[in-house]
Structures are given as structure tokens and as C-alpha cells.
């Protein structure tokens, strides 16, 4: 009997890929610096800020990412369980366009290196350790990509980032 109880709370005590999941308050914002590499060219840094707002009506979030020239800015949507419902691009005096889902393993990403790192893979097939949750995502042949996620507990975003196109890269981490 001891030993079940034990057992339990050992399990109860385990960190489980939810534990990881951001926890936001409408109205909270954060800072991710960006870094891109491509080769024979300067590395460049930019500094993108993220706001939240809650969506009480419908449950769930919008996220808006914007740049540090806010000429163009990314809105996010996502459901109360943190899914992505849909990504739209608005560039200056031009419509909103959709962002458009074609990974492999569902998730959503936008094709450029200078776009703030979009791709949601389901969490569920991420990687659990004792001090974060690793999340990747693959695209293969043709426009291939490998992006990678670091989500530490407590934070509102992941903590590092990392997408690679051959030898083009975009690094990011949470300010």
C-alpha cells in the first residue's frame, strides 16, 4: 500500500508536456530577439515584441507579433488549449493574407527567414526533460526546413529557437 502511494506521488509530481504550456494573462507582452544567418552576409539582429489579448467570447488567444519597424506585424490565433486556429500576415496598405500550414507533421510556418518562427507542431510530440520541452519540426526535399523549440516552464513563449534552411538560419531567444 506504502508503496503505491509512493508510486502516485511520484506520477502526480512528474512534469507532464502540459506543464510547459505558456500561461498568459490578456494584456501581457514579451521581447524575442532574432538573429539571421546566411552565408557571405552580416548576421542581423532584430528585436520582435509579442503581444496577447484574450478572446473571452470564444475562448482562446490572439497573439500579435510585431517587428521593431512596424510596417508589417503577424496575428496569431489560437484555441483555449493553445492550438492554432489560423496565421495572417499584414503588411503596410496591403490585405491580410493567411500564412499558410504546409509542414509535414501539421504545423504552421511562414516561409521567409526575416518572419518571426511560426511553426507549431503538435505538442503532444514534442520531447520531455526534467528542465524543458523540446519541440521539432521537419520538412523534407524541395524549400526543406528543420525548426527546433525550447519551452522552459513559467515562461510565456519558448525560451530558444531555431530554424534551418541548408546553410540559412534564424536563431531566437526570449528577452
Known sequence: MRAALILAAIALAAPKPDDYLPRWKDGQTWRVEYQHNQPNVEPAREVWLYHVRALPQQGGWVLTITPPLPTRRYEVTLSPRLEVVKVMHQAEKAPALAVI???????????????PLLDWPDWAAGQLDKKSYKLSIERRGFGGFRSTFIWRKGKPWWSEAERRYGDTSVTARLL
Do not use: F, K
Open 101 to 115: 500550414n504546409d509542414a509535414e507533421s501539421g504545423g504552421y510556418r511562414a516561409d521567409s527567414i526575416r518572419a
